[in-house]
T-cell receptor, first 110, second 113 residues
Framework: DAMVIQNPRYQVTQFGKPVTLSCSQT?????MYWYQQKSSQAPKLLFH???????NEADTPDNFQSRRPNTSFCFLDIRSPGLGDAAMYLC?????????FGQGTRLTVV | DQQVKQNSPSLSVQEGRISILNCDYT??????FLWYKKYPAEGPTFLIS?????DKNEDGRFTVFLNKSAKHLSLHIVPSQPGDSAVYFC????????????FGQGTTLQVKP
């Protein structure tokens, strides 16, 4: 049974058109993360929540925002997607060190 | 500045042989290390981990070795199976850092039948 679920699996959006990616978890973990992974590169942490506390990485563009309305759900909002934002977006959760990942959302910007 | 590096983008081994995947890190504050496996179009799945208080951790066919003085870890898969073909990511974290993982670029392992 999937424990970290990302929707949709594939998302196509227009250049500059806001898009939201969603993630839900059934693990009741207090930490949730969003990673961006581009081809042949390391997954790069964008931000994470420790409970309701939001932690932004210093080099995450302002174009990326996140919301966590409750323990189970977390959203990634890209306000004005550019071509360079095309990537796989990975949501993960953890309680201690080991992170559990969803299947990812492949974002295409046209 | 890449704090976790996997210098071999790819590795090819014969079924039944040993696969050795390497990882180097630069941040001496890292004290917990993990390996993840990723199939195409799926998220990474946890494979094995090691704390900095140990130098070896074994789980079935998978063994991770840690050399703190060299800031180097390796994943050994013995024997390798075709189903092991995937991208392997090394990750590191500080135990004080709520599990925030820093990943290497990954090594694509191909196990040939």
């Amino acid at each position: 049974d999937a424990m970290v679920i990302q929707n949709p699996r594939y998302q196509v959006t227009q250049f500059g058109k806001p898009v939201t990616l969603s993630c839900s978890q059934t693990l009741n973990h207090n930490v949730m993360y969003w990673y961006q992974q581009k081809s042949s590169q390391a997954p790069k942490l964008l931000f994470h929540y420790y409970d309701k506390d939001f932690n932004n990485e210093a080099d995450t563009p302002d174009n990326f925002q996140s919301r966590r309305p409750n323990t189970s759900f977390c959203f990634l909002d890209i306000r004005s997607p550019g071509l360079g934002d095309a990537a796989m977006y990975l949501c993960a959760t953890s309680r201690v060190f080991e992170a559990f990942f969803g299947q990812g959302t492949r974002l295409t910007v046209v | 500045d890449q704090q976790v590096k996997q210098n071999s983008p790819s590795l090819s081994v014969q079924e039944g042989r040993i696969s050795i995947l390497n990882c180097d890190y630069t941040n001496s504050m890292f004290d917990y290390f993990l390996w993840y496996k990723k199939y195409p179009a799926e998220g990474p799945t946890f494979l094995i981990s090691i704390s900095s208080i140990k130098d070896k951790n074994e789980d079935g066919r998978f063994t991770v070795f840690l050399n703190k003085s060299a800031k180097h870890l390796s994943l050994h898969i013995v024997p390798s199976q075709p189903g092991d073909s995937a991208v392997y990511f090394c990750a590191a974290t500080r135990s004080s850092n709520t599990g925030k993982l820093i990943f290497g670029q990954g090594t694509t392992l191909q196990v040939k039948p």
